[in-house]
């Protein structure tokens, strides 16, 4: 079994940043791909950034580009997502996903094992 838990949320001015974390445990972390999704309230989830399992390749949504960085620590077993220039449409949960399979997935769809969820919010 497979358990995820993110950390770092909480309330930021518009222009903050915050740096989100997610311990896994239970199995070999390298065996995962990494994925950050956001929910917001009424609306679907959707994928932030992904890393894959070495950390030599990841992706950003067009939203977060240039702001957010993701990174991956495997001799601590944690995924990071440093949220830079926070914007108050990036208030929503965050939650940390992994999945076990070779290519990187960018739908909630393809993950296997899900976080609880971070709470975001971003003041104007």
């Known amino acids: 079994q497979v358990q995820l838990v993110e950390s770092g949320g909480g309330l930021v001015p518009a222009g903050g940043s915050l740096r989100l974390s997610c311990a896994v445990s239970?199995?070999?972390?390298?065996?995962?791909?990494m994925g950050w999704f956001r929910q917001a309230p009424g609306k679907e989830r959707k994928i932030v950034s992904g890393?894959?399992?070495?950390?030599?390749?990841?992706y950003y949504a067009d939203f977060v580009r240039g702001r957010f960085t993701i990174s991956r620590d495997n001799t601590e077993n944690t995924v990071y997502l440093q949220m830079n220039s926070l914007k108050p449409e990036d208030t929503a949960v965050y939650y940390c996903?992994?999945?076990?399979?070779?290519?990187?997935?960018?739908?909630?769809?393809?993950?296997?094992?899900w976080g609880q969820g971070t709470q975001v919010t971003v003041s104007s």
């Open positions: 890393i894959n399992d070495y950390g030599d390749s990841t």
């Open positions: 239970g199995r070999t972390f390298t065996s995962y791909n």
């Open positions: 996903a992994a999945q076990s399979t070779g290519y990187l997935g960018l739908k909630a769809w393809e993950y296997d094992y």
